[in-house]
């Protein structure tokens, strides 16, 4: 993964817990202090380190703990220069998911290698949203749940997410409804 995604992962923890908790998560995980550079990849272990570091440390599940962080990674994308480019991307959230498989094309223009996720969304007959997600990575569904509850404070929307686990492709299938 990118360090943008790595910095994400000390920001929240510093913002949430506090420097000296990250510093403790940071060793636990074998992490030296000079941290990370956005734009330079970094072995996926290390981001899986710094999880189940956070999960010793924290005494939480790191299921817990990636949801947090993907819903704080909405407010960080925005902080960190990508606003505009999120922006274009729709100005509802259905039209936000429908277009993420472009922002990431569009994000790996600048990133070589980058190897993003896949989302793709259908509409139920009876109003809810079937989103399906797949990617090379394994156990990030939390992580998506997460960013679903994000984007559903940045559209200022009440949505109900049910993870259905994967299909026969192996895809993670999640059910949107909208509330009220």
Not at 85 to 100: A, K, R, Y
Not at 150 to 170: K, N, T, V
Request: proline content about 3%; charged content about 25%.
């Amino acid at each position: 993964m990118y360090g943008l995604v790595n910095r994400a992962i000390e920001g929240f923890v510093c913002q949430k817990l506090g420097e000296d908790v990250w510093t403790r998560i940071r060793t636990r995980a074998g992490v030296d202090g000079a941290g990370f550079v956005s734009m330079e990849r970094y072995d996926d272990a290390v981001t899986y380190g710094l999880v189940a570091a956070a999960s010793a440390e924290l005494g939480m599940d790191p299921a817990e703990i990636l949801e947090a962080f993907g819903e704080y990674w909405t407010v960080y994308t925005i902080e960190e220069g990508y606003g505009d480019l999120l922006q274009m991307m729709g100005s509802t959230i259905d039209e936000f998911l429908d277009n993420l498989d472009s922002m990431h094309a569009r994000i790996g223009g600048t990133m070589p290698g980058l190897v993003p996720p896949s989302f793709r969304r259908e509409r139920q007959d009876d109003g809810s949203h079937l989103l399906f997600y797949s990617s090379s990575r394994e156990g990030l569904a939390p992580m998506v749940i997460g960013l679903l509850k994000g984007l559903a404070q940045r559209f200022e929307i009440q949505l109900e997410i049910e993870h259905l686990g994967p299909d026969e492709s192996g895809a993670d299938r999640f059910l949107l409804r909208e509330i009220g």
